[in-house]
């Protein structure tokens, strides 16, 4: 059974700083595009940062770039988003997601086959 759980959470003041992280289970994942989506309450599930390392490729959304840093350990088969300096509008649900055979592009959700269960970042003020 393939799974995904991220982890890492919480809530911090704006400038600090979270690093989620998403084991992968049930297969290797390292051959495939890993990535880190949000949803804000209202607002539909949207691109943070991905990386698919056999073909050399890794984006960030333009919000985020400069203070989150997507990295992986494919020994563990694990995906982390360090993320800094962050802001009341990084609030929302991250979800990581990852092992489609199919590629898209990294910002396309339709390349990721398998998604985890999401865990809350709320970022005060």
């Known amino acids: 059974q393939v799974q995904l759980v991220e982890s890492g959470g919480g809530l911090v003041q704006a400038g600090g700083s979270l690093r989620l992280s998403c084991a992968a289970s049930?297969?290797?994942?390292?051959?495939?595009?890993m990535g880190w989506f949000r949803q804000a309450p209202g607002k539909e599930r949207e691109f943070v940062a991905a990386?698919?390392?056999?073909?050399?490729?890794?984006q960030y959304a333009d919000s985020v770039k400069g203070r989150f840093t997507v990295s992986r350990d494919n020994a563990q088969n694990m995906v982390y988003l360090q993320m800094n300096s962050l802001k009341p509008e990084d609030t929302a649900v991250y979800y990581c997601?990852?092992?489609?055979?199919?590629?898209?592009?990294?910002?396309?959700?339709?390349?990721?086959?398998?998604w985890g269960q999401g865990t809350q970042v709320t970022v005060s003020s």
């Open positions: 997601g990852g092992g489609g055979t199919s590629f898209y592009g990294l910002s396309n959700p339709r390349t990721y086959a398998y």
């Open positions: 049930g297969r290797t994942f390292s051959p495939y595009a």
């Open positions: 990386d698919r390392w056999t073909a050399g490729l890794i």
